[in-house]
């Protein structure tokens, strides 16, 4: 089993920044992709960022349309640990992100039925 557990959400204001990060624990993959995505109240679960690498060679990053920029996703192998760098942040950008695992690289990096496992959700609240 894999366990995700995500941190650093909270209450910021407008125009401040964030790191979210997701701490994987439990069956490792050589190959594997890891992503955040959000859902605010009432909306659809959204794909804000991920990554897939193996070892040190990175495959892929990719962003969701609405980042232009603001967020960064990062990854420390060693620690299977996986960042999310958010800055400017927008009343927008409230919601509850989460971590989301899929034990290879997936082809469709956006899609949240390429990712096996999923983290609880940490909370974003953004005022102005």
């Known amino acids: 089993q894999v366990q995700l557990v995500e941190s650093g959400g909270g209450l910021v204001q407008a125009g401040d920044s964030l790191r979210l990060s997701c701490a994987a624990s439990?069956?490792?993959?050589?190959?594997?992709?890891m992503a955040w995505f959000r859902q605010a109240p009432g909306k659809e679960r959204e794909f804000v960022a991920g990554?897939?690498?193996?070892?040190?060679?990175?495959?892929?990053?990719d962003y969701g349309a609405f980042v232009t920029g603001r967020f960064t996703i990062s990854r420390d192998h060693a620690k299977n640990t996986v960042y999310l760098h958010m800055n400017s942040l927008k009343p927008g950008d409230t919601a509850v992100y989460y971590c989301?695992?899929?034990?290879?690289?997936?082809?469709?990096?956006?899609?949240?039925?390429?990712?096996?496992?999923w983290g609880q959700g940490t909370q974003v609240t953004v005022s102005l």
């Open positions: 990554i897939s690498w193996s070892g040190d060679t990175l495959y892929s990053v």
């Open positions: 439990g069956r490792t993959f050589s190959d594997k992709g």
């Open positions: 989301a695992l899929a034990p290879f690289a997936p082809s469709q990096p956006t899609a949240s039925r390429s990712y096996a496992y």
